[in-house]
């Protein structure tokens, strides 16, 4: 079979029994460096990608995707719903009405964002309903002033299903300051817990009900709340839905109010990303250290074939075959370790907490009880290039020292 010369004889070094083992031990070192590197950030990028999709799942999963409103509140709903859902992109339309104002229970308070909502629609739109711990969420019956408040107000205020707080929200007055705090005694019916932020930040009531807080009409709501299939195009859906309807309608959307919390894991990703390749530069740089060694080593061969024709072109091509090699195998090894890795990062971190006895993620500490991992093949493909790419070019100096070997310099001592 034909084999061109300087992959047989760039493959036959690198296979080859050296006479120096330190040579043969650092070739070793760098590949297996280089694979390490190459599995460190497959492994680590996966697990920010499933922190991102938990995150994602949790607070936009309770968040509105995009809301429609007027400047005033709509008296009917139903035909910006019906608008909204000619959009393709949009899956769901509810009634939404939100609020700020602040909680107090005996002498202790916590600012709230209240959200109203109709409890047989939330379910499109929502993940409320999965996620009640305590209560039910279809006992926020108009009229009655029920709220489900987050599992961290419950616990930092040790509220259980049945017993009252109240809501405190500002109303607009004639008095002097134009403010003044309007106080509402609510019922809690249920507790929910998503394991994120909101458990200490959101409640939900009645949509009947926030309209009486905001001396509306029964029937009146602030906006229509939209899902939509692509969390991303969230703006622009909204902003099409609302130019269709009218210029006295107004969007909102997710990035508006949770938009610098993905932002800031996106730079996190990319910041942590680039510190993990530096660990995949080094590896591959080390074979810059093998070659030269290799090319000192191998000063009569390099010469021996000079001799017989061989011309600098394809010296240079014999150590830039035997460096890519190592960079491609390493390389290789750790794709594979790395995916595998990935994949089964969430049972590595049970039989590890078996093992230890110790919790490393606990429920009462963080917001997740394991470790996510989402393994895209996008980020393993740039992984494995850039391991690959860094380690061509560690090649090319010790490959053009190789080829200015000159014979007869190189053959005087031997």
């Known amino acids: 079979m034909f084999r061109p010369l300087i992959f047989f004889i760039g493959a036959r070094y690198t296979r080859a029994k050296r006479r120096n083992h330190f040579i043969s031990f650092i070739s070793m070192t760098s ?194 709340r939209l899902k939509v299939r692509d969390l991303w195009m969230a703006p622009e859906v909204a902003k099409d839905v609302a130019q269709g309807l009218g210029p006295q309608y107004r969007a909102d959307d997710w990035t508006h109010t949770q938009g610098s919390l993905f932002a800031a894991m996106k730079m996190e990703k990319t910041m942590i990303g680039l510190l993990l390749l530096m660990i995949v530069a080094v590896a591959a740089f080390n074979i810059i250290a093998t070659l030269v060694m290799v090319v000192n080593d191998k000063g009569t061969d390099i010469a021996i074939l000079r001799t017989i024709g061989a011309t600098p072109r394809q010296i240079l091509g014999i150590f830039v075959v035997q460096g890519s090699l190592i960079g491609v195998v390493g390389t290789l090894i750790g794709g594979v370790l790395g995916v595998l890795a990935a994949l089964n990062v969430s049972q590595i971190v049970g039989w590890l907490e078996r093992v230890s006895g110790q919790h490393i993620f606990t429920s009462d500490v963080y917001f997740i009880s394991n470790l996510p991992s989402e393994l895209q093949w996008g980020d393993v493909g740039m992984i494995c290039f850039a391991g690959l790419v860094m380690s061509f070019l560690a090649t090319l100096y010790p490959a053009w020292r190789a080829a200015q070997v000159e014979p007869a310099q190189a053959l005087r001592y031997e």
Request: without cysteine.
């Open 31 to 224: 590949m297996i460096g280089l694979a390490l590197g190459v599995l460190a950030m497959i492994v680590v990028l996966s697990v920010m990608n499933g922190f991102q999709r938990e995150m994602s799942s949790r607070i936009l999963g309770m968040v509105p995707h995009a809301t429609v409103g007027a400047t005033a509140p709509l008296d009917d709903w139903k035909p910006v719903a019906a608008a909204a859902l000619k959009n393709p992109e949009v899956q769901a339309a509810v009634p939404f009405t939100q609020l700020d104002g602040m909680f107090s229970y005996k002498g202790s308070m916590q600012p709230i964002q209240v959200s109203g909502i109709e409890p047989g629609e939330e379910g499109k739109v929502s993940i409320a309903a999965s996620h009640i711990v305590a209560g039910n969420l279809q006992a926020l019956k108009p009229g009655e002033f029920g709220v489900v408040i987050g599992e961290i107000t419950a616990r930092r205020f040790r509220l259980a299903p049945g017993d009252n707080i109240t809501l405190i929200v500002p109303e607009v007055s004639s008095a002097p300051g134009g403010i003044t705090p309007r106080l509402q005694r609510l019922t809690v019916v249920g507790i929910f817990k998503v394991g994120a932020e909101l458990d200490s930040s959101l409640a939900l009531i009645n949509v009947q009900d926030a309209a009486s807080l905001q001396h509306w009409a029964p029937n009146q709501v602030q906006s229509v």
